[in-house]
């Protein structure tokens, strides 16, 4: 894309003129396409781009279907990666969030400390480690 490339350019000038800065670069669009491209290798079902609370037709989307109290929703939101046709959902935001704390972002240093995902996975997201 052309806008990530001068992007990416600039980014170069800016590191040059502040050495003592850490600038990083995530890629969210990226890691979002991956999962577009290949969404099984990302864990969602049988048809992860219709959305989970939608209007019907091949994508479950209609612009005027709003999904709110009383919308008929799918039974297994983790497995779709849009919620309403507009926005994601959870599971999708939380496997572009594993791409842009890993593979998406440059330099990875030590202000990007490894994620702990194990913490993420447990039943109790809120809790804290002991």
């Known amino acids: 894309m052309y806008h990530n490339r001068l992007?990416?350019?600039?980014?170069?000038?800016?590191?040059?003129?502040?050495?003592?800065a850490?600038?990083?670069y995530a890629n969210?669009?990226?890691a979002a396409?991956?999962?577009?491209?290949?969404p099984k290798e990302y864990g969602f079902g049988e048809s992860p781009l219709a959305a989970c609370c939608g209007g019907g037709g091949p994508y479950n989307f209609n612009y005027s279907a709003l999904c709110g109290n009383g919308a008929g929703v799918c039974s297994s939101p983790s497995s779709h990666i849009s919620w309403d046709g507009i926005h994601l959902t959870e599971a999708a935001y939380e496997?572009?969030?594993?791409?842009?704390?890993g593979t998406y972002t440059?330099?990875?240093?030590?202000?990007?400390?490894?994620?702990?995902?194990?913490?993420?996975?447990?039943?109790?997201?809120?809790?804290?480690?002991?």
């Open 7 to 20: 992007l990416l350019d600039e980014l170069s000038h800016l590191r040059q003129r502040h050495p003592n």
């Open 22 to 24: 850490t600038i990083i």
């Open 28 to 30: 969210y669009y990226e």
């Open 33 to 38: 396409m991956a999962i577009v491209r290949s």
């Open 95 to 101: 496997a572009i969030a594993r791409g842009v704390l």
């Open 106 to 130: 440059t330099p990875m240093s030590q202000s990007c400390p490894k994620i702990q995902w194990n913490l993420l996975d447990s039943d109790d997201k809120d809790s804290a480690p002991s």
